[in-house]
């Protein structure tokens, strides 16, 4: 039988948390209640009570909290404060939302170089999520991503479409309005490429689906990634830079880094060379998909060739690395 869902309240107003208590029901929850001014208990989700809240409090929750006002009063919380009983609703789908964060993962894919596959290996990764059930969405944070997959026309909210200063974002409903690639949603940054509330819109992301998966192009790993995959190419300069880029994924936290290794035809070289070089224990080698540049020109995106031995590949890593 699975483990109910615990709810914790911050409040010491009985109507509040009989009304909160009847929303946690419908899951079969179990609420837990503590006064104002308590340190957060282990909950799968945390809500508190803003009027109630004073300066010097220990945080609520780690990372987005939930805030309710009783009596009708969401004029005297917070900007985004849930007004209970008339808010019952949209307090459902907010605990809704953070619990299919539960579990969720946030994939970060670098490359060494340009040219290195990083766009092409997201892609593929994040369909392969979806094929094997995962809500996943993928994310552009460099540009490319429209053009690659055959996206410039298709309806659907850019980064620069997004206003910063409306956050936060509600995950669900912004999964659910992105361009899509097949049954993968996709958040792209076109030729506008403003790039804003970056940690915002992930955790929006993550809340309306399992997995996200972020093509970082050649930039610093973004804090926050549980799994980080460095894609690089064999020549030394590019090694280099792989070594870089695998020590700041180590250092900014990441739990599961792995070092792909793209073969470019003629060109030798040894995996085990490579992975002393980076530090890591093994390398994962990509095929060279020799087809792929023929493809692009006649509109063939990265994986519609279900076979070929890269899109094999990068299922197996999705399997290994999101199991």
């Known amino acids: 039988m699975a483990e109910p869902v615990v709810v914790a309240l911050r409040t010491a107003d009985g109507r509040l948390a009989e009304q909160v208590g009847q929303v946690v029901a419908w899951w079969e929850g179990r609420l837990v209640v503590r006064p104002p001014g308590s340190p957060p208990p282990p909950a799968d989700v945390h809500v508190d009570s803003p009027l109630e809240r004073e300066r010097g409090d220990p945080p ?5 909290g939930i805030d309710v006002v009783g009596g009708g009063g969401a004029g005297d919380g917070p900007p985004g404060a849930i007004a209970l009983p008339d808010g019952a609703d949209r307090l459902a789908d907010a ?4 619990l299919a964060a539960v579990g969720s993962r946030t ?3 670098v490359a060494a170089r340009g040219g290195a596959g990083a766009s092409v290996t997201a892609a593929l990764l994040a369909r392969a999520l979806v094929d094997d059930g995962r809500g996943a969405v993928l994310v552009d944070l460099v540009g490319g991503l429209d053009h690659l997959l055959g996206l410039e026309e298709e309806p659907g909210p850019r980064w620069a479409d997004l206003d910063a200063a409306a956050a ?5 409903q912004l999964v659910d309005v992105l361009p899509r690639w097949g049954r993968v949603p996709v958040l ?3 030729a506008r490429a403003r ?3 970056v940690p915002a819109v992930l955790t929006a992301l993550r809340e309306g ?8 192009g050649r930039a610093r790993p973004p804090v926050g990634c549980e799994s980080v995959l460095v894609v690089t190419t064999p020549e030394p300069s590019a090694v280099l830079d792989a070594r870089r880029l695998v020590a700041q994924a180590l250092a900014s936290g990441a739990t599961t880094v792995r070092l792909l290794l793209r073969s470019l035809p003629g060109v030798a070289v040894d995996p085990g060379e490579v992975a002393e070089v980076c530090g890591v224990p093994s390398v994962d080698l990509l095929p060279y998909a020799r087809l792929m540049t023929a493809d692009l020109a006649r509109g063939v995106t990265p994986g519609d060739r279900r076979r070929s031995r890269l899109v094999r590949v990068v299922r197996r890593l999705a399997r290994e690395i999101v199991p």
């Open 209 to 216: 689906c399992a997995d996200a998966v972020l093509d970082v």
């Open 168 to 172: 936060p974002f509600v995950g669900r």
């Open 188 to 190: 792209a940054a076109d």
């Open 195 to 197: 790039v804003d509330a």
């Open 107 to 109: 994939i970060g894919v």
């Open 95 to 98: 605990i809704a939302s953070q």
């Open 60 to 64: 609520w929750a780690r990372e987005r």
